[in-house]
């Protein structure tokens, strides 16, 4: 199979796991990494002899010392080929690395390939056509496969947890849990930033230490909204004071009005729970 019909197919593939991990959220804590990672696992996979893979590894061309993000040295009819790749996730500097990419036939490798998901305008800045450039009597090719999308808006939950929990408690320490959301964590008693309990809703709840409040304190100071758990661990509201207090359900967005909402609200209980 030729090199650039492994490339392609490797990166239409990587191009579709993107947009599933998009739907899901999780394409928003992507980075370079991932994406340079998510290829490499789908070139493997191609019907190619593999012979030496690098990764950041410094040339030196000139005055400076470059460092590609991946280098693989194929074998394609009996023949060793060498590809280098500069990968680029959103961010800045897009020709620069392309202007790199230039640069690496100098070496002796054979093929370049610029692979990048980013914003349409970015995408638009990269040539379309495959580039050819001869040095010391060496061909030396490189091309650009990108991938436009728009901004990525969905953050997973467990980050807008983290959000609202970070502007909120300014400060405090807290604990993430990916499939649940964020907890912050005071001397006597734990605010639960839950993510799970409604859908589009970001449930905040607090837990307290046992013997620290009793109902009647709990209700003097306002708060008489208790809760409890069903079989599957879920919160449910409770008749009687059992350690857990609803203190509101708020929208899941980290939006300045949407965050200034979960702070008020914290604020007052925090303060109430100063005369306990």
């Known amino acids: 199979m030729r090199i650039h019909k492994v490339i392609e197919d490797s990166w239409l593939k990587t191009v579709q796991d993107f947009e599933e991990e998009k739907k899901r959220g999780n394409a928003w804590l992507?980075?370079?990494?991932?994406?340079?990672?998510?290829?490499?696992?789908?070139?493997?996979?191609?019907?190619?002899?593999?012979?030496r893979i690098l990764a950041e590894t410094a040339f030196h061309i000139g005055e400076?010392?470059?460092?590609?993000?991946?280098?693989?040295?194929?074998?394609?009819?009996?023949?060793?080929?060498t590809t280098v790749f500069e990968i680029k996730y959103f961010g800045k500097n897009w020709e620069t690395d392309w202007e790199k990419l230039q640069k690496y036939g100098v070496i002796g490798w054979d093929y370049g390939c610029f692979l990048a998901i980013g914003s349409l305008s970015q995408c638009d800045k990269m040539p379309k056509k495959v580039q050819k450039?001869?040095?010391?009597?060496?061909?030396?090719?490189?091309?650009?496969l990108v991938y436009p999308t728009p901004r990525?808006?969905?953050?997973?939950?467990?980050?807008?947890?983290?959000?609202?929990?970070?502007?909120?408690?300014s400060g405090t320490p807290y604990v993430i849990l990916e499939n649940y959301g964020a907890k912050a964590i005071f001397k006597n008693f734990i605010i639960n930033f839950d993510m799970i309990s409604k859908e589009n809703k970001c449930?905040?709840?607090v837990s307290i230490v046992e013997g620290f409040a009793d109902e009647h304190k709990l209700k003097n100071i306002g708060y008489d909204k208790w809760l409890s758990f069903d079989d599957e661990l879920r919160i449910q509201p409770s008749e009687s004071f059992i350690g857990n207090i609803l203190i509101g359900e708020f929208d899941a967005n980290t939006y300045r009005n949407n965050i200034k909402k979960v702070k008020d609200s914290l604020d007052r209980f925090r303060e109430k729970m100063k005369f306990l």
Do not use: M, S
């Not at 990525?152 to 939950?157: G, N, R, V």
């Open 152 to 169: 990525l808006e969905y953050a997973p939950y467990f980050k807008i947890a983290e959000g609202l929990l970070k502007k909120a408690l």
């Open 203 to 205: 449930v905040v709840w």
């Open 133 to 144: 450039d001869e040095t010391w009597g060496h061909l030396y090719e490189t091309r650009a």
């Open 64 to 81: 400076d010392d470059y460092k590609p993000d991946l280098v693989i040295d194929t074998i394609v009819n009996g023949k060793l080929e």
């Open 30 to 51: 992507w980075k370079e990494a991932t994406l340079r990672l998510c290829f490499f696992r789908h070139f493997c996979e191609q019907a190619i002899k593999i012979a």
